[in-house]
């Protein structure tokens, strides 16, 4: 079982819609959670964190978070074609590194 | 102020080759970390530095790779013979040590291609 899975997609979906990006880790000592999005050729760029079971809202973005279940989420409401990227879900296994073990990224694409 | 500094932005290395990749943190930070993301796959953690300390390097592999970083200066990850399968790109980022983990900025990479 890898220590961090997504689904690598493709996931589609048209203009203003509600994209839903799920996450699941394995190591249920985890302590914080992070979303970054990456544009092909570019550097990862971090778009939400969250460390409490629940949801954190950020303008369009919101993250989701449930420790029982181990499952971390991002919803991108009124998508946008800039929107397309890949994201990617990255969990700190322990407070007392910087150590961030990513998934492999799903694949969002946005169509006009 | 600048962000995390990294070059060069594409190395280029012949199989056998050393390559020297440098990275400039972010003013006022202390913490570097590098990772290496091989094509179409995530990125994965090599090495967690603080000036003139190595406090993390799982992710490093056993041979030809090495990292510091110098209480002056920036931090360099070397790669020794290099081989076709260190070509990736390898980014790097950092954090002020009051920061909780993971939440820091990337550098733009370096793209290291071994032909």
């Known amino acids: 079982q890898k220590e961090v899975e997504q689904n690598s997609g493709p996931l589609s979906v048209p203009e203003g819609a509600i994209a839903s990006l799920n996450c699941t880790y394995s190591d249920r000592g985890s302590q914080s959670f992070f979303w970054y999005r990456q544009y092909s050729g570019k550097s990862p760029e971090l778009i939400m964190f969250?460390?409490?079971?629940g949801d954190k809202e950020d303008g369009r973005f919101t993250a989701q978070l449930n420790k029982a279940s181990q499952y971390v989420s991002l919803l991108i409401r009124d998508s946008q074609p800039s929107d397309s990227a890949t994201y990617l879900c990255?969990?700190?296994?322990?407070?007392?590194?910087?150590?961030?073990?990513f998934g492999q990224g799903t694949t969002l694409q946005v169509k006009p | 102020n600048a962000g995390v500094m990294q070059n060069p932005r594409h190395l280029v290395r012949r199989r056998g080759q050393e390559a020297r990749l440098r990275c400039s943190p972010m003013?006022?930070?202390?913490?570097v970390y590098w990772y290496r993301q091989l094509p179409e796959e995530g990125l994965k953690f090599m090495v967690y530095?603080?000036?003139?300390?190595?406090?993390?390097e799982s992710g490093m592999p056993k041979e030809r790779f090495s990292a510091e970083f110098p209480k002056e200066g920036p931090s360099i990850l070397r790669i020794q013979q290099v081989v076709r399968g260190d070509s990736a790109a390898y980014f790097c980022?950092?954090?002020?040590?009051?920061?909780?983990?993971?939440?820091?900025?990337f550098g733009s990479g370096t793209r290291l291609t071994v032909v």
């Open positions: 530095l603080q000036k003139e300390n190595i406090i993390d």
């Open positions: 980022a950092s954090s002020p040590p009051t920061q909780g983990a993971g939440g820091y900025t």
């Open positions: 969250i460390y409490s079971n």
């Open positions: 003013k006022g930070h202390s913490h």
């Open positions: 990255a969990v700190n296994p322990s407070s007392n590194t910087g150590k961030l073990i």
